[in-house]
């Protein structure tokens, strides 16, 4: 048996954090949703991608091992790749084993066997251009349907602020649980800095500066190798550092937050996820938010993650039914120096915002923004070369695959 994770017709709902990755790839954690499940499943299983065709040639380049959109004659239980399973029910699925039938959650598949027989039928739909997972699917395989017993954790992720949500009700910390197994750090020696020392791992080649507070007492504090943390730095957990990141001098993290690999932060910044390659080396601060990679913050840059009258926070149309939401921002997007930016924002991939006062809250994809001016198209040869630039800074040389993905969204 083999473990499919999929994509569902939904995957537009999470823009503009999927627009460059597989909605799977979208970290939630320590991990992304992806990375959770093999630490679930360990290397009992192989597992194999879906995904939309727009993004299948990139997908091919970054999971290497991974076959994607490739079906052999074989057993297979699909996962949706929205879903944050953890351990008890994933296991649970996987001990029954009951082939040709659906695991619902609230109307939706959240998991499903096909056995054998019906896997000419899996190769043929994912086949076909972009034709991602839905329920006519199932149906036309008259699978049989169970509801996943209420007393599993379940989390789904339907539009990019459950990820915050999931993060502010324990999620990051029972997320750093996984990100740990089979993995080795060193504790936090005793210190006054140092509060709850036990729960604060620190790898290899960490180099942390006199006169830094981690303090661990509401949550575990992760740094991976190579990152920096300078002098004068408050970090609460709970709080992933991920590899090679710099924490520089006075910054005030709040967690739950994650700082991705390679990123470099400062000001202030709580409650948020900056998924990998994240520059904001200035003051300014940052809540409720979730940046994508390559993103570049301004020096004082701004997000409100409250509104004064402190009602629930909408965004596109839909209340999101929380108070705080700062923004979420795609990839290769910019912010000029002292932008604010309106609570609950959201910025397509390779916009530029600049200018005085407050931009609107929806700004699209390759979006030139100066405030209280029409919103001018980026021209894309001069994007993808300033993304070039961006990208070697961090010694990440962008590929084909990655710019005739960028193309397309832009065509």
Excluded at 100 to 110: D, F, G, H, L, T
Excluded at 139 to 144: A, F, K, Q, S, Y
Excluded at 243 to 260: D, M
Aim: with cysteine.
């Amino acid at each position: 048996m083999k473990i499919l994770i999929y994509e569902d017709h939904n995957y537009k709902d999470l823009f503009p954090l999927n627009m460059l990755r597989a909605s799977y790839d979208i970290r939630c954690g320590a991990n992304t949703l992806l990375e959770r499940i093999k630490c679930i499943v360990k290397n009992e299983h192989e597992v194999v991608l879906h995904c939309r065709n727009v993004i299948a040639p990139f997908l091919r380049e970054t999971h290497p091992s991974n076959k994607v959109n490739s079906i052999d004659k074989d057993d297979y239980l699909l996962l949706n790749g929205r879903v944050i399973f953890s351990e008890d029910l994933l296991n649970l699925i996987l001990k029954k084993k009951e082939k040709n039938k659906c695991y619902v959650y609230k109307n939706m598949i959240a998991a499903a066997y096909i056995s054998k027989e019906n896997s000419i039928m899996l190769k043929e739909f994912i086949g076909n251009y972009d034709n991602v997972f839905n329920g006519k699917f199932f149906d036309g395989l008259n699978m049989t349907r169970e509801d996943i017993d209420a007393g599993f954790a379940l989390n789904v992720i339907n539009y990019p602020w459950d990820i915050l949500n999931y993060l502010l009700t324990g999620g990051l910390q029972d997320d750093m649980e996984y990100y740990l197994r089979d993995r080795k750090f060193k504790k936090a020696l005793s210190s006054d800095n140092f509060i709850n020392n036990k729960k604060i791992y620190i790898a290899k080649n960490v180099k942390l500066y006199p006169g830094i507070v981690l303090d661990a007492s509401n949550g575990e504090i992760i740094i991976e190798e190579n990152a920096v943390i300078e002098p004068f730095a408050f970090i609460k957990g709970p709080v992933f550092i991920g590899r090679n990141c710099t924490v520089k001098s006075g910054t005030k993290i709040y967690g739950p937050c994650v700082a991705g690999e390679y990123s470099k932060v400062a000001g202030e910044i709580a409650e948020s996820v900056f998924h990998a390659y994240v520059n904001k080396q200035h003051d300014g601060f940052i809540g409720h938010s979730y940046i994508c990679p390559f993103v570049n913050l301004g020096a004082d840059t701004v997000t409100s993650d409250l509104k004064n009258n402190y009602s629930e926070i909408k965004l596109g149309g839909i209340n999101t039914g929380m108070r705080f939401l700062g923004s979420l921002i795609g990839d290769h997007s910019k912010t000029a120096i002292n932008t604010m930016l309106n609570t609950g924002s959201r910025v397509g991939i390779f916009s530029n915002i600049f200018g005085n006062g407050f931009p609107e809250k929806e700004i699209p994809s390759f979006a030139w923004n100066e405030i209280g001016k029409n919103t001018q198209r980026y021209d894309i040869k001069k994007a993808l070369h300033t993304a070039r630039i961006v990208m070697e800074r961090r010694g990440v040389i962008m590929s084909k695959n990655y710019e005739t993905l960028v193309e397309a969204y832009y065509n």
